[in-house]
C-alpha cells in the first residue's frame, strides 16, 4: 500500500546540495520535493554493525538530515569482515565515534547524533522520540522486541532486518498502517535454539544486501514513494540468489498493537527473551568452573573428560589442549550420552558458556550429577591461559 510522506520538506537545497543529489533530483519520483524531505528527516540507527554499517553510509549518502546512531561497543578486528563502516584503524575506538567520522566524511551536510549507550527499556523512549523513523540493525531477540514495543507505544515506524550466514530478512513494521513484529513473531525462540552470528556466523556481504533494501525502505516511507514493504517479510538466500514475500498480517490477538494488548508498558526483555534456559541456568548453578581452574586440573592430572560442544568448524579454528569435539546436537538428540565415561569428571565447554550449560542441563538429567562446564568457554580460556591463540 502506498502511504503519506513521513516529514515535511525543507524549505531549500543549497546549491551545493542541488549539486551533491542531482542524481536523485532528476528522478520523478524524488525530486527537489522528495530531496528536501529527506533533508528534513531525522532517522536513528539502532547499531553500528553489520547492519547499521552500509545502513547509515547510504543513508548518509541519500542525503537524510539527521542521523542518530545508538551504539555503545567498541571496534573489534572480527567485525572488519562485515562492519564496512569501520577500519583497521578503528580497532579499540568507539563504534559510534568511528560510524560518525564515516559518515562525515561521505556527507559534510548530515547532523549525526550520538547515543553511545545500550538501549534499555528506561532510556528507549527519550530516544526514539527524537526521531520520525527508526532503522534496526541489532542482533539479539531482547532488543528487538524492545525496539518493537517503544516503537508500538510511540506511533513511530521502523524498518527491520536479521541476517545469520546466507539467509536475510526484511520488513516495515507501523502499527498504524500494519503489523508489528509481534505479529509476525508473537514469542521470541526457546534460549539457545538459534545461534548468534557470533556463534554461526554470517557472510559478510549478506549485511550489505539486506541493509541496502532497509535504506531504500526508509527513502520510501520518508519521501512517500513506492509501496513499502507494510505487511510484507522480504526473505533473501543468498546461496540460491532468491528473493521471495511472505505475507504478514496484523494480528488482532497482538499483545502490543491487537484490539485488547496486554503490553501496554515496556517489560523486562532480557527475561521475556531468556539468554539461557532457566534449566541451564540451574544446572550451571554451582557446576561452573574457570578456565584457570580447568588449566590446574590439567597440570595436575586430574581423571577428566573435556568435551568441546561447538561445531567442527569452529574446533578446526581454535581448541583447548584435550577436549575432543561433540557437538550439542548429538547431545540434544541423546546419541552422545551412551558414550560418556562412567569413571572420569565430564568437563563441558563451548565458544562462551552459553551451549556447553544447556548440555550440562541434558547431562544432569541423564544423572551425571558431577558434570561441570567451562564459564566463558575457548574464548576465556584464550584469554587467560593462551593469549597468543585466534579468537572468534
Known amino acids: 500500500m502506498s502511504l503519506p510522506p513521513l516529514v515535511e520538506p525543507a524549505a531549500e537545497l543549497t546549491v551545493d546540495e542541488v549539486r ?44 537524510v538530515g539527521t ?17 564496512i563502516i569501520h577500519s583497521q584503524s578503528d580497532i579499540g575506538r568507539s563504534k559510534a565515534e568511528s560510524a560518525r567520522d564515516s559518515v562525515k566524511g561521505i556527507n559534510p551536510y548530515v547532523n549525526v547524533v550520538l547515543h553511545e549507550e545500550r538501549l534499555e527499556a528506561d532510556n528507549v523512549m527519550d530516544i526514539f522520540s527524537g526521531y520520525d523513523l527508526i ?17 508500538v507505544l510511540l506511533g513511530k515506524p521502523y524498518v527491520w532486518g536479521s541476517i545469520y550466514r546466507f539467509d536475510g530478512q526484511a520488513s516495515v513494521f507501523w502499527s498504524e498502517h500494519g503489523p508489528c513484529y509481534r505479529c509476525l513473531y508473537p514469542e521470541p525462540p526457546p534460549p539457545g535454539m538459534v545461534p548468534s552470528c557470533a556463534e554461526g556466523g554470517v557472510l559478510g556481504v549478506l549485511c550489505a544486501s539486506i541493509g541496502s533494501i532497509q535504506v531504500n525502505e526508509a527513502i520510501k516511507l520518508l519521501a512517500g514513494i513506492g509501496e ?22 496484523k494480528d488482532p490477538d497482538c499483545a502490543v498493537c491487537g484490539e485488547n494488548p496486554t503490553v501496554t508498558e515496556l517489560i523486562d526483555y532480557e527475561a521475556f527473551c ?6 541451564a541456568q ?20 586430574e581423571s577428566i573428560d573435556i ?21 550439542k546436537n548429538e547431545f540434544l538428540m541423546g546419541g552422545a550420552l551412551q558414550d560418556l565415561p562412567q569413571d572420569k569428571k565430564i568437563v563441558l565447554h563451548c ?19 558431577d558434570a561441570v562446564h567451562v564459564g566463558g568457554g575457548v574464548i576465556g580460556w584464550v584469554n587467560q591461559i593462551e593469549p597468543q591463540k585466534p579468537v572468534y
Open 20 to 63: 551533491r543529489y542531482s542524481r536523485h533530483l532528476i528522478i520523478p519520483d524524488v525530486g527537489m520535493d522528495g530531496q528536501k524531505r529527506l533533508k528534513n528527516a531525522r532517522v536513528l540507527c539502532v547499531g553500528a554493525g553489520g547492519l547499521g554499517s552500509p545502513a547509515l553510509m547510504y543513508l548518509a549518502a541519500a542525503g
Open 67 to 83: 542521523l542518530g546512531i545508538v551504539e555503545f561497543d567498541e571496534v573489534d578486528e572480527s567485525n572488519l569482515q562485515r562492519q
Open 135 to 151: 532503522v534496526d540493525g541489532t542482533d539479539n531477540f531482547a532488543t528487538r522486541y524492545l525496539v518493537n514495543d517503544a516503537c
Open 228 to 249: 513499502p514493504l507494510v505487511g510484507r517479510l522480504m526473505v533473501y538466500d543468498a546461496l540460491e540468489m532468491q528473493y521471495r514475500q511472505v505475507k504478514v498480517r
Open 274 to 279: 531468556g539468554v539461557v534456559s532457566e534449566e
Open 282 to 301: 540451574e544446572a550451571a548453578l554451582g557446576s561452573t568452573i574457570t578456565p584457570k581452574q580447568l588449566k590446574e586440573w590439567i597440570d595436575e592430572g
Open 307 to 327: 568435551i568441546d560442544v561447538r561445531e567442527p568448524n569452529e574446533y578446526e579454528i581454535v581448541s583447548i589442549p584435550g577436549a575432543r569435539l561433540v557437538p
Open 351 to 369: 565458544k562462551t558458556g552459553v551451549r556447553s550449560a544447556e548440555v550440562l542441563a541434558v547431562l544432569k538429567s541423564a544423572g551425571f550429577a
